[in-house]
């Protein structure tokens, strides 16, 4: 027999097929956990069988004879297929984002896993080594005291007991970058100076997306917002 292959793994089955052979009556399929030194086998008349009751997360060897008679009188040599392992019940969560990016923070979301008991997160700035959060429910988390300016890789993986023994894999690298302080506006002027208005002006912040002025003469401070390097205010006290 030839082209033995595995088309499919599930928790606790996996699907294998290989060519058919001309003249075949049947075919057995010995299959083992490997290390355990206990071999199993199956019969089929096809060219495809599905294994189940299979142990979940676990490795497997196996290998194929074919039968030209019913009898078992003749048969081939045993030939091995690829090994496998079947699937993970405990699945990587999915649907990673972050939001509310600050200068300090950020916060990571996902999507619930239904047999987790919880998550572990690891996060680390690029080209330093992980930091791992442990215990995390729900779906999100707000990691702090980050520094800015600073691009964080982070993953997370589900754990889906209570003593921590099942894990999923760890999810594919996401990153986020804290925001960047802004500096503060030079060269503060003002121009047009009337008895009851004034123009202000100070020079350019690369990257800002508006000014926040205020002005008093005493007491309280009055407010405005300019989208430019400049405002005129006016209604001001002669």
Excluded at 2 to 17: E, F, I
Excluded at 24 to 39: F, P, Q, R, T
Aim: hydrophobic share 35%; aromatic share 10%; glycine share 6%.
């Amino acid at each position: 027999p030839n082209g033995l292959n595995v088309d499919s793994v599930d928790v606790n089955a996996a699907y294998l097929s290989w060519n058919t052979v001309a003249g075949a009556d049947h075919y057995v399929v010995l299959y083992s956990e490997s290390g355990s030194g206990i071999w199993n086998s199956q019969v089929t008349s096809n060219n495809i069988i599905s294994l189940t009751g299979l142990t979940t997360y676990s490795p497997y060897e196996w290998q194929l004879l074919v039968y030209c008679d019913a009898n078992g009188l003749n048969n081939s040599d045993t030939i091995s297929g690829p090994n496998f392992t079947t699937a993970n019940p405990c699945t990587t969560p999915t649907n990673l984002g972050v939001s509310s990016i600050l200068l300090d923070r950020f916060t990571m979301n996902w999507d619930a896993v239904s047999l987790a008991n919880r998550y572990e997160i690891r996060i680390r700035a690029q080209g330093l080594s992980w930091d791992t959060i442990t215990n995390v429910f729900g779906t999100t988390r707000t990691k702090t005291n980050l520094n800015a300016a600073t691009t964080y890789e982070w993953q997370i993986r589900s754990i889906c007991n209570s003593s921590g023994t099942s894990f999923s894999d760890w999810s594919t690298t996401q990153t986020a970058t804290t925001l960047t302080p802004c500096a503060i506006p030079g060269n503060l002027s003002s121009s047009n100076v009337l008895l009851t208005s004034a123009n202000l002006s100070w020079d350019v912040v690369p990257g800002a997306w508006a000014y926040r002025i205020r002005y008093r003469v005493s007491g309280s401070w009055t407010f405005d917002t300019s989208y430019t390097n400049s405002i005129s205010i006016s209604g001001l006290n002669t």
